[in-house]
């Protein structure tokens, strides 16, 4: 599932890199935003995208889920 994801959010505007990792039963897509970006919004977009392609995965996947994190929040 993370090739989907990484194509679906590729095109979502404020967005520096995406980085992501795969394992046996995990996927990780991290994004990282430009200096000034709305994260709320671009969030908000993200998910959007993301449920477009939901129906796609299999029954055995579980729901995506988006979680903010601040570097400079250590």
């Known amino acids: 599932i993370t090739k989907p994801i990484e194509e679906q959010i590729v095109g979502v505007?404020?967005?520096e890199s995406i980085y992501s990792t795969s394992?046996?039963?995990e996927s990780r897509v991290n994004?990282?935003?430009t200096s000034g970006a709305k994260i709320s919004?671009?969030?908000l977009e993200i998910r959007a995208r993301i449920d477009?392609?939901?129906g796609s995965f299999?029954?055995?996947v579980?729901?995506?889920q988006i979680t903010r994190y601040d570097p400079s929040d250590r």
């Open 13 to 15: 505007g404020g967005i």
């Open 23 to 25: 394992e046996e039963g």
């Open 31 to 33: 994004v990282s935003f």
């Open 41 to 43: 919004k671009i969030s």
């Open 52 to 54: 477009l392609i939901r």
């Open 58 to 60: 299999s029954r055995e």
């Open 62 to 64: 579980e729901e995506p």
